[in-house]
């Protein structure tokens, strides 16, 4: 039989042992039988059989083993229970080997149960608030600390403001993560209310001292500083956001000092130089660093803080590079959100005392402040179709008279607006096109403004209208609809009568060589009909106006010569009368 390789023959003594086996031999596994005597507690050495040979020295061996274990056992329990660690020895492990088994080997503590001293506290930081940070600057002192900065780097304006910095950092340098979390604030706050934040902490004479000290800086290195601060701010934005999603790593790499001295100082450079990121918004619209949705708040922000010093930079900056990210396919309900909450905060709630200044820098430099291409997404965006209808759509359109003021805002019919109505027409026309009442009607609108500013928008018509036949009928239909209104807007309607005396032109062509197309052909047909009774109403207005002036004349004619020679009135009439009854009439 075999036990792991290991043989034992067993007592071989006497002849009747072997008889009666009738030559088997017992064979035994060591191992086998020292885990059977452990599992059992003996309480004295086995005495051999009379006539079995002799004893096993291995029974000695192991209960001398358990006794000395067993007294261990006990004396530790007993210094665990006093709370005393001591060394013991410990017993050999079950796994050794067969000649290994005195071996004992000695270490120090209680195996399994290590009683560990307890270690002395660290004292807790006091915990500081931005606003106790923010009232411990004194104002002298900052005052003392810039002239001096200012003698010492006075050729370099980009050190002055690093030291600058440096100083609100050590000012705010007790403020925590956790006192002062800049990506929840930005979360929680509506742009408006984030704005405020942190600058609403800083004393007012303090933020006035540092105002005036940035107002003699270059450009250049404001410029310069404004984008390291938003770099800074926004890196450890994302820091704090991939430590909310769960990654270890990244919260072992969150900084203990927040952000706040740079924003504290960020946003009062903004207010006393918002031009300063008017002239990088076309580096902030394209580099990738201040892009995607998590950014766009802090973005936001920043636009903010420059709305507050100049109410038209903030305008402009909303139409750049907020505006696109808003509508169209890059629109998301959170880019529209934030697009919508910065417009109704800085420019539509404060309209009245904001539109003089609007009105008066609609157009710097051949530049407008609002551009035909933005305007004509915002009016897309304000009548949509009925499946693109969104939660947006009612602020979309409730913003939209004020954007289209400043759109069509200037010296109307002068030099300067001859560009914007031709930009506008062809916009206007393909939305008049639109299978949408609601757009249609207003791109209408918009056709006939760009048709009284210039007499070139009438041949920009003709040349475009065969290829946008569906929304010239829009127009035209809208001509006749709205005849008596539009004749006013105008007058004198000589242009508008050439122009479609040559649109029924190209209807003739267009008649006899499309014989084969239908649809062409009926549409072709349809902006004739309405052309013929667009002719019919200016013909009439043009009858009656004639009339008209015919009638006033012979009546001042003759209150004329009534008033000279009161002898030739024969009749006794008030010419007096008759001359304000004939305009009364008239004007009805």
């Known amino acids: 039989m075999e036990g792991n390789g290991?043989?034992?023959?067993?007592?071989t003594d006497g002849l009747s042992s072997s008889s009666h086996g009738h030559g088997w031999q017992k064979v035994t596994n060591f191992k086998k039988q020292r885990r059977e005597m452990r599992s059992k507690k003996p309480a004295a050495v086995a005495q051999p059989e009379i006539g079995k040979g002799k004893p096993s020295s291995d029974s000695t061996v192991f209960q001398a083993l358990e006794e000395a274990a067993e007294n261990r056992r006990v004396h530790r329990e007993a210094m665990l229970a006093a709370g005393i660690a001591a060394p013991i020895e410990l017993l050999p492990s079950d796994n050794?080997?067969?000649?290994?088994?005195?071996?004992?080997?000695?270490?120090?503590?209680?195996?399994?149960?290590?009683?560990?001293?307890?270690?002395?506290?660290?004292?807790?930081k006091a915990k500081v608030s931005v606003a106790e940070a923010a009232s411990g600057i004194d104002a002298s002192e900052l005052s003392a600390f810039l002239a001096e900065i200012s003698d010492s780097f006075s050729s370099l304006p980009d050190v002055q403001l690093m030291r600058c910095a440096d100083y609100f950092a050590r000012a705010f340098s007790q403020v925590s993560h956790f006192q002062f979390g800049w990506a929840k604030i930005l979360k929680d706050y509506s742009v408006e209310k984030a704005v405020e934040i942190p600058l609403c902490y800083l004393p007012e004479n303090v933020s006035k001292i540092v105002s005036n000290w940035l107002s003699s800086m270059p450009a250049g290195a404001v410029s310069d500083f404004v984008l390291w601060a938003l770099n800074d701010v926004i890196n450890d934005m994302q820091i704090q956001n991939s430590s909310q999603?769960?990654?270890?790593?990244?919260?072992?790499?969150?900084?203990?000092k927040t952000k706040v001295a740079v924003l504290v100082l960020l946003a009062i450079v903004l207010r006393r130089r918002p031009d300063v990121l008017l002239q990088k918004a076309a580096v902030l619209r394209s580099s990738a660093q201040y892009q995607g949705q998590e950014k766009l708040a802090m973005m936001a922000w920043a636009y903010g803080q420059a709305a507050q010093g100049d109410v038209v930079v903030g305008m402009m900056l909303w139409v750049q590079n907020l505006l696109p990210m808003s509508v169209g396919k890059f629109g998301t309900p959170v880019s529209r959100d934030i697009a919508l909450q910065f417009i109704e905060s800085f420019v539509v709630s404060n309209i009245k005392k904001a539109r003089p200044f609007l009105l008066n820098r609609v157009s710097q430099k051949g530049e407008r402040l609002v551009p035909p291409v933005a305007f004509n997404a915002v009016m897309r965006a304000a009548f949509p179709s009925e499946t693109t209808r969104t939660k947006a759509t009612e602020r979309f359109l409730e913003i939209y008279p004020v954007v289209r003021e400043l759109a069509l805002g200037g010296s109307q019919r002068s030099k300067s607006m001859n560009p914007v109505a031709q930009q506008l027409l062809p916009l206007s026309l393909a939305a008049a096109s639109e299978d949408v009442p609601a757009l249609s009607y207003e791109a209408c609108d918009i056709f006939i403004w760009c048709l009284s500013q210039t007499s070139d928008c009438y041949k920009q018509w003709e040349r475009l209208h065969l290829d946008n036949l569906k929304g010239s009928i829009q127009i035209l239909n809208y001509l006749c609809c709205e005849w008596k209104d539009i004749a006013i807007r105008l007058s004198p309607v000589d242009s508008l009568k050439s122009t479609v005396q040559s649109l029924r032109k190209k209807h003739s062509k267009v008649l006899e060589q499309a014989k084969e197309d239908a649809g062409l052909e009926f549409l072709v047909k349809a902006a004739d009909k309405h052309c013929k009774v667009l002719l019919k109403k200016m013909s009439w207005a043009g009858a009656c106006f004639k009339a008209m002036v015919t009638v006033i004349t012979g009546v001042g004619m003759a209150y004329g010569l009534y008033m000279l020679n009161p002898s030739v009135n024969q009749w006794g009439w008030d010419g007096k009368l008759l001359l304000s009854k004939t305009l009364h009439f008239w004007m009805e």
Do not use: M, Q, R, Y
């Not at 290991?6 to 007592?11: D, M, R, T």
């Not at 990654?247 to 969150?254: E, G, Y």
């Open 6 to 11: 290991l043989f034992e023959l067993g007592n």
């Open 96 to 124: 050794e080997s067969d000649g290994e088994e005195g071996h004992h080997t000695e270490t120090t503590g209680i195996a399994n149960g290590n009683v560990k001293k307890s270690k002395p506290k660290k004292p807790k």
């Open 245 to 256: 999603k769960g990654s270890k790593v990244a919260v072992h790499s969150i900084p203990s």
